[in-house]
Nanobody, 119 residues
């Protein structure tokens, strides 16, 4: 079982920055694929950024050049640095971990943290 706890959300003006953190329990963190997703009201949850165990990253086109995902395996934490925020970035942001347990991949979610960008 992996527990994920997000923090760092809040209210920010357009053009501002926030850094989200996701702390994970367990001893498999360094091998997990970690991702950030977001979901706005009435919309489907979408992938924002992903980082593999080898630090390979990919991003949604809408956030490329503005958001950066990173991980600290010593702290079992993944971060999402969000710069040049836009009102359309307003959403609940959710941390996801994909963990290999035996021969099965399991997906875990955090409870989410709200990001609100005002104009």
């Amino acid at each position: 079982q992996v527990q994920l706890v997000e923090s760092g959300g809040g209210l920010v003006q357009a053009g501002g920055s926030l850094r989200l953190s996701c702390a994970a329990s367990g001893n498999t963190f360094s091998s997990n694929v970690m991702s950030w997703y977001r979901q706005a009201p009435g919309q489907e949850r979408e992938l924002v950024a992903k980082i593999t165990s080898r630090d390979i990253t990919n991003y949604a086109d809408s956030v490329k050049g503005r958001f950066t995902i990173s991980r600290d395996n010593h702290k079992n934490t993944v971060y999402l640095q969000m710069n040049s925020l836009k009102t359309e970035d307003t959403a609940g942001y959710y941390c996801n971990a994909v963990v290999l347990i035996g021969s099965v991949y399991k997906s875990y979610w955090g409870q989410g943290t709200q990001v609100t960008v005002s104009s």
